[in-house]
């Protein structure tokens, strides 16, 4: 059975400051990985999606590693201001479960 | 594009009433899932459907049920709501075939079981 992890669970840092997330899954045999955004009481929104073939992909400040053969995948955020506060999580496509795992997510703060 | 839609944003049930809750999508999308958010336990599958017309059980079923009769719509049920049911449900829909199985998310409905 899949299983995502993510550490930290929060983290809080100044402004300005780079950071990285980390997400981590027990089976390689994913289709895709998914990075979300999470703001208190709302929805989720999707950041950054890597296919199984592919290393990495940006948008803006933010970057998504993906290896599979370690199960792990990072979300670099580069200059953090307050408004990236939210709650990450990371969701791999399982190829055997034909379906989307979710890690718990980390609660990010920043502060000003 | 609307994109995920929920209806209705907020509902307060006692023990025992019954409701329908609505997700629709307009972006022709093959899949769709109904997750529920509870404080420490993350998101949770509950029903899932990879088509018209089917249905799927996903980690937490028990005391739902789903259909899919158009694509565009997948509707969640509860029979007999119980106190362990208040949560926050989010629909959720991917995949249009050709393209990258990208999952994209409602706005969610908050449930209260009193």
């Known amino acids: 059975k899949q299983e995502v992890t993510q550490i930290p669970a929060a983290l809080s840092v100044p402004e300005g400051e780079n950071l990285v997330l980390n997400c981590s899954f027990t089976d390689s045999a994913i289709y895709n990985l998914q990075w979300f955004r999470q703001d208190p009481g709302k929805g989720l929104t999707s950041l950054l999606l890597?296919?199984?073939?592919?290393r990495e992909q940006t948008s803006g400040r933010l970057n998504a590693s993906l290896d599979k053969s370690s199960g792990r995948s990072t979300l670099y955020i580069a200059a953090s201001q307050p408004g990236d506060s939210a709650t990450y999580l990371c969701a791999v496509w399982d190829n055997y479960g034909q379906n989307f795992v979710f890690g718990p997510g980390t609660r990010l703060s920043v502060l000003p | 594009n609307a994109g995920v839609t929920q209806t209705p944003k907020f509902r307060v049930l006692k023990t025992g009433q019954s409701m329908t809750l609505l997700c629709a999508q307009d972006m022709n999308h093959e899949y769709m899932y109904w997750y529920r958010q509870d404080p420490g336990m993350g998101l949770r599958l509950i029903h899932y459907s990879v088509g018209e017309g089917t249905t799927a059980k996903g980690e937490v079923p028990d005391g739902y049920n789903v259909s899919r009769l158009k694509k565009q719509n997948f509707l969640l049920g509860l029979e007999s709501a119980a106190p362990s049911q208040t949560s926050v449900y989010f629909c959720a829909s991917s995949y249009l075939p050709g393209v990258v199985n990208e999952q994209f998310f409602g706005p969610g409905t908050r449930l209260t079981v009193l």
């Open positions: 890597i296919q199984s073939s592919q």
